[in-house]
């Protein structure tokens, strides 16, 4: 089966206001920027999203989340994002902050139809006792707080009750892919994509290289297809527009010619 979308705009019109997205992404390596732009270009409002983080200010799901577009952001880390901080803050935004492998877990466990799992991360704190702020209210009180999780004890050892994450739709950006939707991942940017894509009940995927099927090696391939159900070819230009979330330059020594 042929699941080449021609367009990134064909690839999420259906998407509608209200609808969960699993998006893939850490930082700003392997994030699906083509899908992001497209998504924003349709319209889509009220948006329920899982991601490790939320984009910065001006990229990735940022766009999204300064447009007010999205209305629920469950993920792992805010960031240097202040319009993330900001709309939290105010009661704009509710956030739902998970352990980062917890989060991971989740993801993967929706896609393999586990409805929940015990984990050690979070006992003794506000993760499993609940009163995590959800929600700030207009004078900066806890508008909507978590609610406490169950907590049982395996081996000695405390654990606190995690449910399997699922999502409406999927995007996550694929360094090759071939025309069935198995994907393979790049170095970083494979982070949290194949989880994502298995979470989403309709999983779309920009891949950088489209190959032809019986071109990827079976025991290369990270995602297969039937986790997939739309991919989009990028670009050459496309495919090498990768931003670097934080610069780093170091003055060289005399030697270099540096100073």
């Known amino acids: 089966m042929d699941k080449v979308v021609g367009a990134p705009a064909d690839a999420v019109a259906d998407i509608p206001d209200g609808a969960s997205l699993a998006v893939g992404g850490f930082g700003l390596s392997g994030v699906p920027n083509v899908l992001i732009a497209a998504l924003y270009a349709q319209g889509a409002t009220a948006l329920s999203v899982v991601s490790n983080n939320c984009g ?8 999204l989340l300064a447009a007010g577009r999205i209305a629920r952001v469950t993920g792992s880390y805010i960031g240097t994002n202040k ?4 709309q939290y803050l105010a009661g704009e935004l509710e956030v739902e902050l998970v352990p980062q492998g917890t989060l991971a877990e989740r993801l993967r466990a ?10 050690p991360a979070g006992v003794g704190t506000q993760v499993a006792e609940g009163g995590l702020a959800l929600r700030y209210g207009p ?14 004890e395996f081996g000695g050892r405390g654990h606190v009750l995690e ?14 892919g071939d025309r069935h939707g198995n994907l393979v991942f790049r170095r970083a940017a494979r982070n949290f994509n194949p989880l994502s894509a298995m979470a989403g009940r309709t999983t779309v995927a920009e891949v950088e290289h489209l190959v032809e099927p019986g071109e990827l090696d079976p025991d290369a391939v ?10 989009v070819p990028l670009t050459p230009t496309q495919a090498a527009d990768k931003g670097i979330e934080k610069r780093t ?6 030697g270099e010619g540096g100073r």
């Open 139 to 152: 004078d900066g009180e806890v508008a909507v707080a978590s609610a406490p999780k169950e907590v049982r």
């Open 222 to 231: 990270h995602v297969p297809g039937v986790f997939v159900q739309r991919m």
């Open 83 to 86: 319009e993330f901080a900001r």
């Open 110 to 119: 929706g896609g393999c139809g586990i409805p929940a799992f015990y984990t």
């Open 163 to 176: 449910h399997g994450i699922t999502t409406d739709f999927a995007l996550v950006r694929a360094w090759k």
């Open 56 to 63: 910065v200010d001006g990229g990735g799901l940022g766009i």
């Open 249 to 254: 330059v170091r003055r060289g020594d005399a």
